[in-house]
């Protein structure tokens, strides 16, 4: 079975810092490669058995079959940082906020 790599940021090499150098065009290339499909840019919304379904920025839905599903959560701060308050945290994800 074919693998397929689904993910919420919006392109592979991403790494949730908009890149970090020619990262996508390395992962893109390693991921060719190796014939491994990538799915960007959508939310993953059950995890079934047999497939994994998700949603598009549209609210289209569409299933892509497994036989094996593995899922990293995303990234969150500590709660003692979001004890701190809005203005330290950012209450979705308790991450330091920073002045870019």
Excluded: Q
């Excluded at 991921?31 to 499909?37: G, Y």
């Excluded at 995890?47 to 920025?57: C, T």
């Excluded at 289209?60 to 500590?78: A, D, H, I, R, W």
């Amino acid at each position: 079975m074919p693998i397929t790599f689904i993910t919420s940021e919006p392109y592979v090499g991403h790494l949730g810092l908009g890149g970090v150098g020619p990262s996508r065009r390395v992962m893109e290339d390693l991921f060719a490669e190796r014939s491994i499909k990538w799915i960007a840019n959508v939310k993953i919304t059950k995890v079934e058995p047999d497939k994994v379904i998700y949603e598009d920025l549209n609210g289209n839905t569409y299933e892509v079959p497994c036989k094996l599903s593995m899922l990293m959560p995303k990234f969150m701060g500590l709660e003692v940082v979001a004890s701190a308050g809005d203005k330290v945290a950012n209450p979705a994800d308790k991450m330091v906020i920073v002045n870019k």
